[in-house]
């Protein structure tokens, strides 16, 4: 089955610089590849995803990039605010299959 | 976006007895939807997939005589956790795929549900 690697587990970044996430995956044939985030005991939200058959979406200061030879993905968040703070999951999945789920990355934001 | 609702949000009950969590989906129809389970500072840990109409497809190591699973409707997925137990005090998330051909089969999650078995 699908396995998704996820690094770093935590990352602090400075408010106002850039954060990075990247994620690895397993099965060649995994065609899409969502980001979640989640605060403190509440449901994952959906911020961006990215299909296999482009290499970079972005939605304002949100961006994800695919390297399908490579299997991996990265999410980049530019101009952080405090409010980005939270833990960030990646996950991969073919078609209708289950998603596989990264295992985190908690993100805080320095004022 | 779609909504996904999940109820309750919290739930205390005694160890021995069994509880129900819901998980509608308010605005689309979902023929899966899929039950999660999540320690503090970990990730979702996948227990099984609900599919209308059919028996759930649970994976290895999730005990499906405890973890009862019903998607009686399109829109309504229940996990029933029997006989629970302490180690079953956990947070539970519904997530349910909207399959119209505008969603692209896109997952929504639920709110969640904190269960303590005291």
């Known amino acids: 089955g699908e396995n998704v690697e996820q690094h770093p587990s935590t990352l602090s970044v400075q408010e106002g610089d850039s954060a990075v996430i990247k994620c690895t995956y397993s099965?060649?044939?995994?065609?899409?590849f969502p980001w979640y985030k989640q605060e403190l005991g509440k449901r994952p939200q959906l911020i961006i995803d990215i299909r296999s058959n482009v290499g970079e979406k972005k939605d304002q200061r949100i961006a994800v990039t695919l390297n399908k030879t490579a299997k991996h993905f990265s999410l980049h968040i530019t101009e952080t605010q405090p409010e980005d703070s939270a833990v960030y999951f990646c996950?991969?999945?073919?078609?209708?299959?289950?998603?596989?789920f990264g295992t985190g990355t908690r993100l805080t934001i320095i004022p | 976006g779609a909504v996904v609702s999940q109820h309750p949000s919290w739930v205390i009950c005694k160890s021995g007895t069994s509880v129900k969590i819901e998980c509608r989906s308010l605005d689309f129809q979902a023929t899966t939807m899929f039950w999660y389970r999540q320690f503090p500072k970990q990730s979702l840990m996948l227990m099984a997939t609900s599919n209308e109409g059919s028996k759930a497809t649970y994976e290895q190591g999730v005990e499906k005589d405890k973890f009862l699973i019903n998607h009686a409707s399109l829109t309504l997925s229940t996990l029933t956790v029997t006989s629970a137990h302490p180690e079953d005090s956990s947070f539970y998330i519904c997530?349910?795929?909207?399959?119209?051909?505008?969603?692209?089969?896109?997952?929504?999650f639920g709110e969640g549900s904190w269960l303590t078995v005291v």
């Open positions: 997530s349910a795929r909207d399959g119209s051909a505008l969603s692209g089969n896109t997952i929504y």
């Open positions: 099965d060649s044939a995994s065609n899409y």
């Open positions: 996950a991969a999945r073919f078609g209708n299959e289950k998603l596989t």
